[in-house]
């Protein structure tokens, strides 16, 4: 009987060994695409700086232009 109770929770160790190592594997995934995403949001917070700078930019230029009319 000592066997068999052995022989299970050997069975119950190496599966939760198995989900331990899918666990890891998914945490590495997600930190990888929350890397991913977070370099894109920066990348798109700068391009709306830039996109907001020329077109405060731009809306000088008009209210220069109306002022010299």
Do not use: F, G, P, Y
């Not at 109770?5 to 998914?26: G, M, N, P």
């Not at 977070?38 to 700068?46: F, T, V």
């Not at 709306?48 to 232009?65: D, F, G, P, Q, Y």
């Amino acid at each position: 009987m000592e066997d068999l109770e052995l022989q299970a929770l050997t069975r119950k160790l190496e599966l939760l060994i198995q989900r331990v190592e899918q666990l890891k594997s998914q945490n590495r995934a997600l930190l990888a695409s929350e890397k991913a995403w977070r370099e894109e949001r920066a990348h798109l917070i700068e391009k709306n700086e830039l996109a907001r700078h020329k077109v405060e930019s731009m809306i000088s230029r008009l209210k220069a232009l109306e002022q010299d009319s």
